[in-house]
């Protein structure tokens, strides 16, 4: 991605997620998340502009449910998501988790 068009700050945070595409199903983990995106650590291949729907696994074990669109991606490296839907409650667990680890 040559130009930074985040309008959140990421934080580096692993959690498994889980993702369902318009082909492929897949286990991965986030490298880095903000409250409108992240990024998957996953070989599954996906296309630009692909919709998913997303599991994240808290570290307290429960699951921050995400549809998001793919951004960008790095071959056998893994995708950049950008949220388009998440429910209230689930924003609101994920912008308390990325509080919690933010310096």
Known sequence: MTEDKRQ???VSIVMEALWDGSSTRSQARTTDISEGGCFIDSLGQVAVGELLNIRLLSPGGEYISVEAEVVYQMPRFGFGV????????????????IESRSY
């Open 8 to 10: 959140h700050g990421r």
């Open 82 to 97: 950008r949220f388009t839907r998440i429910s209230d409650n689930d924003q609101q667990r994920l912008k308390e988790l």
